[in-house]
């Protein structure tokens, strides 16, 4: 019978949680951040092993965060609960990020709104389509999910979008979508609807400002395309 190492059995410096307290949270690897969050190992492994193992299953850190909770859930060791607390930790992640990028100050250019909502949305496995609405002095009122499409698209209704910006009473907004597959580069789609939610804007008196396409190291503005 395979004799398993515990954690609390390793010496002292080689301990995740002991380290993090000695030396500082920084001075720890990933795969022992890892194993601080998952508290615990499985029957056949210590918390450093599951950690090691589950960033070689899903591809490294950033193959982690793009992982679904099921996907995680389904790997030997890990379960719901494990996988419960490595989304939240992940989503924290984001939202310090999109805290941290001031969304409160004034858009004025293409890279303020990815800058704004990159962390947020470039590690997606589907379309989000997604609506900045503004005021007057283009600060941000609010950022929401106007819809989310499957693998390869994002259907897009000027009614759900135009409702929203009315009820925020929003005086201009950009719209932002990304592209999974990490180009983001317009589709023929992307100008055609684009086009269409600036029409609808201009009846109604909400001025789309832009649409910026969120690729996972960069961005495309179509009014820098001179589609809008």
Do not use: C
């Not at 000027?158 to 979508?177: D, G, Q, T, W, Y």
């Amino acid at each position: 019978m395979e004799y398993r190492v515990r954690i609390k059995e390793l010496p002292e410096d080689l301990r995740p949680r002991e380290r993090l307290f000695r030396d500082g949270v920084e001075a720890l690897s990933t795969v022992e951040l890892l194993a601080v969050l998952l508290r615990t190992g499985s029957d056949s492994m210590n918390a450093l092993d599951l950690a090691a193992m589950l960033l070689t299953k899903t591809g490294g850190l950033l193959g982690l965060v793009k992982s679904e909770l099921e996907e995680l859930y389904s790997i030997k060791g890990i379960g719901p609960a494990k996988a419960a607390q490595l989304k939240a930790a992940i989503e924290l992640g984001k939202r310090l990020a999109f805290e941290v990028s001031d969304p409160r100050k004034a858009i004025k250019s293409p890279r303020d709104v990815f800058d704004l909502l990159k962390e947020r949305m470039r590690y997606l496995d589907r379309e989000h389509f997604t609506a900045v609405f503004l005021n007057t002095k283009h600060h941000v009122i609010t950022i929401e999910t106007v819809s989310v499409g499957n693998l390869n698209s994002s259907l897009v209704h000027p009614r759900e979008l135009f409702k929203n910006s009315i009820k925020r009473s929003a005086a201009a907004l950009v719209l932002a979508h990304n592209h999974p597959s990490g180009d983001p580069s317009p589709s023929a789609e992307d100008v055609e609807i684009t086009r269409r939610l600036v029409e609808a804007g201009k009846l109604i008196g909400i001025e789309v400002l832009d649409h910026i396409i969120i690729g996972e190291n960069g961005f495309t503005s179509l009014k820098e395309q001179g589609i809008i």
